[in-house]
């Protein structure tokens, strides 16, 4: 009796631990994984960039950055509703994507350029980017005239932004950058559109 109530206690006792063990194991398992898994994906994240990708994410971090800028003048300064009304779109789709852009170059080990580097002077001519000049003079605007200033302005923001991203889908090796490239060339083409309707051009 004695030793069939050993057997039984040993064998209860084997299988507790077993189960326990196949718990942790099975913890462990999904846990090690994951994180394996996890780091498998940002190797190969690290793995699918090129200079391409890091120049389209320097240049459009500033370059948005001025965009909601231009955009945030005219809840105050412009007449049109539409006018308004772009503004805010604009504000909406490029602040998510300058987030974006900034986290893709953190990842990358790259410097994510300073809100206080904007210099638009450094940027005059290239990619539509508006100088200094330029931006005192859109402040300076209000009404009818800051309608028309704001438009143009932004038209050639967007042609530059088209631009940079159509370089992105040619060179770039990054599929979440040229899927962005992809996004920024069918909305900001179809904003450009609008604009020019908003000026009466064809």
Request: charged content about 20%; proline content about 3%.
């Amino acid at each position: 009796m004695h030793s069939k109530r050993f057997l039984v206690r040993r064998t209860v006792a084997v299988v507790a631990a077993g189960a326990a063990a196949l718990v942790l194991v099975a913890c462990g398992g999904d846990s090690d994984g994951g994180d394996g898994q996890a780091a498998a994906s940002a190797s190969a994240a690290q793995g699918t960039y090129g200079a391409a990708d890091v120049a389209f994410a320097k240049g459009m971090v500033p370059h948005h950055r001025q965009a909601v800028e231009m955009a945030g003048l005219a809840a105050g300064r412009a007449r049109s509703p539409e006018v308004k009304k772009l503004a805010e779109d604009i504000e909406k789709a490029q602040g998510p994507e300058i987030e974006t852009l900034s986290g893709w170059l953190v990842s990358w080990g790259e410097e994510v350029p300073a809100p206080g580097a904007m210099d638009h002077s450094m940027h005059s001519g290239t990619g539509g980017m508006m100088d200094a000049e330029e931006m005192d003079g859109l402040k300076g605007l209000s009404g009818s005239a800051f309608d028309t200033a704001f438009l143009r302005m932004m038209i050639e923001h967007h042609n530059g932004a088209v631009a940079m991203a159509e370089v992105e889908q040619a060179d770039g090796a990054y599929a979440p950058a040229k899927a962005m490239a992809g996004d920024i060339i069918a909305s900001q083409t179809a904003e450009i559109t609008r604009m020019n309707d908003l000026l009466g051009q064809d």
